[in-house]
Antibody
Framework: QLQLQESGPGLVKPSETLSLTCTVS??????????WGWIRQPPGKGLEWIGN???????YYNPSLKSRVTISVDTSKNQFSLTVRSVTAADAAVYFC????????????WGKGTTVSVSS | QSALTQPASVSGSPGQSITISCTGT?????????VSWYQQYPDKAPKLIIY???ERPSGVSNRFSASKSGSTASLTISGLQAEDEADYYC??????????FGTGTKVTVL
């Protein structure tokens, strides 16, 4: 059974860089049927799509975050990662990684999420 | 890219049916049959309950059904049960390899 697990620092200072990793187990990140993505949820608020990556390294981002976000993939480790630069309090959220079903654009497997706070 | 519009809250008594709307534009919901719905309990990850407008994943109760008309998608929960009390989010393909979520709806079972 496919599982996703987010990992990374729970606290980031303002203006610094947030880095998270999602480890995929029980399946290959190189499966051509799927894309891999990040979604976040600020405290008490709704879900926000951040972006997706394909095993080949092709990336797709939310236009509102594109200038500060990078998603990358490491097929040798079966992992993909998220970097958010120049963070502010508005970036504090639960960050979820998820598998997206190809060109059908639905997320069918999710990680449990990891909480990131932004504070000096 | 603006969030799809959902009612903040919907409530119903056990056994009743409720419907949650998800209103987008001609650039997202209105142009693609790629709407999905997610159920989220507090402090839990979202769970896929509908994909491609009206398809249910294996294991999801048939009390959940969904449809789309123009730029508005809808999720109906029939035979409302206490366990249906959760937050629900729609999501649509929005062109250019992007996705957009709805604002979310809190369902309360009275």
């Amino acid at each position: 059974q496919l599982q996703l697990q987010e990992s990374g620092p729970g606290l980031v200072k303002p203006s610094e860089t947030l880095s998270l990793t999602c480890t995929v187990s029980g399946g290959s990140i190189s499966n051509t049927r799927y894309y891999w993505g990040w979604i976040r949820q600020p405290p008490g608020k709704g879900l926000e799509w951040i972006g997706n990556v394909y095993y080949s390294g092709n990336t797709y981002y939310n236009p509102s975050l594109k200038s500060r976000v990078t998603i990358s993939v490491d097929t040798s480790k079966n992992q993909f990662s998220l970097t958010v630069r120049s963070v502010t309090a508005a970036d504090a959220a639960v960050y979820f990684c998820a598998r997206r079903a190809g060109y059908f654009y639905y997320m069918d497997v999710w990680g449990k999420g990891t909480t990131v706070s932004v504070s000096s | 890219q603006s969030a799809l519009t959902q009612p903040a809250s919907v409530s119903g008594s056990p056994g009743q049916s409720i419907t949650i709307s998800c209103t987008g534009t001609g650039r997202d919901v209105g142009s693609y049959n790629l709407v999905s719905w997610y159920q989220q309990y507090p402090d839990k990850a979202p769970k896929l309950i509908i994909y491609e407008v009206s398809e249910r994943p294996s294991g999801v109760s048939n009390r959940f059904s969904a449809s789309k008309s123009g730029s508005t998608a809808s999720l109906t929960i029939s035979g409302l049960q206490a366990e249906d009390e959760a937050d629900y989010y729609c999501c649509s393909y929005a062109g250019d390899n992007t996705s957009v979520f709805g604002t979310g709806t809190k369902v309360t079972v009275l």
